[in-house]
């Protein structure tokens, strides 16, 4: 038979996230299906709701779906930074990321970030593997070459901050033939070697593109993007994007999300609506 039901993440923005439903309707087309997450767990969420997060994870799992994690860890990079007394710096919504900065990413991302959310996995029964970018040659990478908007100059230079040229989902595809649920962080290379620190809403979605997921969910703990009068913008065209980024109604971290969706990709892409979050 088909999967029913609905399974709620149950993550209450209270405590820093937004709730996130994902309705699963009698449909046996949706095992085996993949369903992109990209979750970002901020220190002050608790273990309860943390541990709500991991089973019904788990739970999608098990029901069938083939569920691919991808995490940010931007507050806990910025935390490390501070600890080590190197500055941090953001150029629309990017962290300028040297060498020194570079290390710390791969550090917490691919280290205690990445850990953490596996081992919250495997501690509610799942059966988790954590990736980075690296392995398998999973994301292929390179420079990002920034142009200025907040600035007066044409391009920018934001050091080792990357974006995709590839996805290579052979290691994904022999994950999904097991019971373990992939976790990436979002550190690419490139043909040389050289590491990359990468959006994770960008990875999540080229992700879902060449997986041709039924669904990504971006789990947050903001509220959206917002107009002028603060209220949340439910749907956006390309048009409507230029429109708020030229009146900087759209800025900082939202910004290279929704540039994500109405730019071509490397696959020439063409997107001219937002993912549905819910």
Not at 33 to 57: E, G, T, Y
Not at 160 to 185: M, W, Y
């Given at each position: 038979?088909g ?52 089973r ?160 990504l ?5 903001v ?37 994500l969706?109405?730019s ?15």
């Amino acid at each position: 038979g088909g999967i029913s039901g609905i399974l709620s993440a149950r993550l209450s923005a209270e405590k820093g996230l937004n709730t996130i439903l994902i309705e699963v309707n009698t449909n046996p087309c949706l095992e085996e299906s993949n369903h992109l997450l990209k979750c970002m767990l901020p220190r002050m969420v608790d273990d309860m709701l943390k541990n709500s997060f991991a089973r019904d994870i788990v739970l999608m799992k098990l029901v069938g779906m083939n569920p691919i994690v991808v995490h940010g860890g931007g507050p806990q990079i910025g935390a490390l930074l501070e600890k080590l007394n190197i500055e941090s710096n953001f150029i629309d919504g990017l962290r300028v990321t040297d060498s020194q900065t570079m290390d710390v990413v791969e550090m917490d991302l691919g280290g205690l970030v990445n850990t953490e959310i596996v081992s919250l996995l495997n501690k509610n029964q799942g059966k988790a593997v954590g990736l980075t970018g690296k392995d398998g040659n999973l994301i292929e990478a390179k420079k990002l070459r920034l142009k200025g908007r907040s600035t007066n100059q044409d391009v920018l230079d934001i050091g080792q901050v990357g974006e995709v040229v590839e996805i290579n989902t052979e290691v994904l595809e022999v994950i999904k033939r097991s019971d373990f649920i992939p976790v990436i962080a979002p550190i690419g290379a490139d043909d040389k070697g050289a590491s990359y620190n990468m959006n994770a809403d960008s990875v999540a979605g080229e992700i879902a593109r060449v997986l041709s997921a039924e669904k990504l969910i971006l789990l947050t703990n903001v509220a959206g993007v917002l107009d002028k009068k603060g209220n949340v913008v439910t749907g956006l065209s390309v048009r409507q994007v230029a429109s708020l980024i030229a009146d900087k109604t759209l800025e900082g971290g939202m910004l290279p999300n929704c540039l994500l969706y109405t730019s071509p990709s490397p696959r020439d892409r063409t997107r001219s609506r937002m993912p549905s979050s819910a």
